[in-house]
């Protein structure tokens, strides 16, 4: 499969939801054509010398749920992520948009998440409360599914995108989980000290 690629500083992972602000020509074009060849986005990585990123090479083929066209030539896009995906491939358009050949990942399988597992959905749940705009892109969140809620929290924390590449990279969600358990207790429990 073919894809117009997107780099990013952030992520979007399936069934997760990213509005955008296009402005850059290749990229309305990107929009404009993709129903024809679809689109993905990856993550950018650090920096290197020179100020130059990585392109991480696991991304997710994405779709447009919602655009719409601003006076000032903005172009404002809502995108849904669909499945994972890993570069084979690459190659650069001459106004410099990236060309991939991916092959689809195994979709993580969905599950309940265990009781002792719940403090991710509560967590989650109160950062959803705290960012109206951002819960308001999930009219029906998916509580109790150990998937949806991993993806979600690894859309929203804050780490460093190769640590965020290491955890998407895998066949399952598992890892995923436990380090955002992790994360999570440790969390609470220096909160509960204070």
Known sequence: MQLAIFPLRINILPDGVLPLCIFEPRYVRM????????????????????????????????????FDQLTNGLLTVTMKGVERFRIHSMEVEPDGLLCAEVQVLPEWQH?????????????????????PNYAAYYPTPHWADACWVVQRWLEVL??????????????????????????????DAAVRQH
């Open 31 to 66: 929009i404009a054509e993709s129903s024809r060849r679809g689109m993905g986005l990856c993550l950018l990585g650090k920096a290197l010398d020179g100020g130059f990123s990585l392109l991480l090479t696991v991304g997710t083929r994405i779709e447009i749920i919602d």
């Open 111 to 131: 599950a309940p998440l265990q009781p002792e597992q719940h403090i991710l959905a509560e967590k989650l749940g109160q950062l959803f409360h705290e960012h």
């Open 158 to 187: 804050p780490l460093e995108a190769e640590e965020k590449f290491n955890l998407m990279v895998s066949n399952d969600y598992h890892d995923a989980l436990h380090f955002l358990l992790q994360a999570v207790q440790e969390e």
